[in-house]
């Protein structure tokens, strides 16, 4: 039986260390399909997301994120790129909108490698023009974060969070 969304939101974790172990077809395709499905701005759907299993790419990926060496115990990193030609569609300047359209997609990617017995962590810190370079990025796609995804080798505590008072604010 499937587990309910909030459970799903709760449970998950951001994961610094991987199994050894590849991840089924099955389970990249729900992956894929939860990148797609997100919510887009107007629709365009700016962004692209590329999909890195070889080890040594992976590698210098880890270098590229300011040598975070864990990234490379990943099976998969997902480099998430906002595509700046939304720019034609809501003028210069409209790339925030790309930006949000990769976040929705990440937290979907998120959501759906827990809910497929994944772990995985959302990473933002890197060298952005290395790894444009390191890619072969063309001009209009910027890399706005990275998530590697595997089958979890630890279990972290469960974080605190603030109380929803000091977290948002009713005007009535």
């Not at 979907?108 to 990025?137: K, M, Q, T």
Request: charged share 20%; aromatic share 8%.
């Amino acid at each position: 039986m499937a587990k309910p969304l909030l459970e799903i939101i709760r449970e998950r974790r951001s994961i610094r260390a991987y199994q050894d172990r590849p991840i089924e077809p099955d389970l990249l395709d729900g992956l894929i399909q939860a990148l797609i499905w997100a919510p887009s701005s107007g629709n365009f759907q700016c962004r692209r997301f590329f999909f890195v299993r070889s080890g040594e790419l992976i590698r210098r990926i880890a270098a590229a994120c300011f040598d975070h060496a864990w990234i490379a115990t990943a099976p998969l990193v997902v480099v998430a790129c906002r595509d700046d030609r939304i720019d034609e569609h809501y003028g210069p300047g409209s790339a925030r909108f790309a930006i949000q359209d990769v976040s929705a997609s990440i937290q979907n990617l998120l959501l759906a490698a827990h809910a497929g017995g994944l772990g995985s962590c959302w990473v933002c810190a890197f060298d952005e023009g290395g790894l444009e370079r390191l890619l072969g990025l063309p001009p209009d796609l910027h890399p706005v974060a990275l998530v590697t995804v595997g089958y979890p080798a630890e279990e972290p505590p469960v974080p605190g969070r603030i109380a929803p008072e000091q977290a948002l604010v009713w005007l009535d």
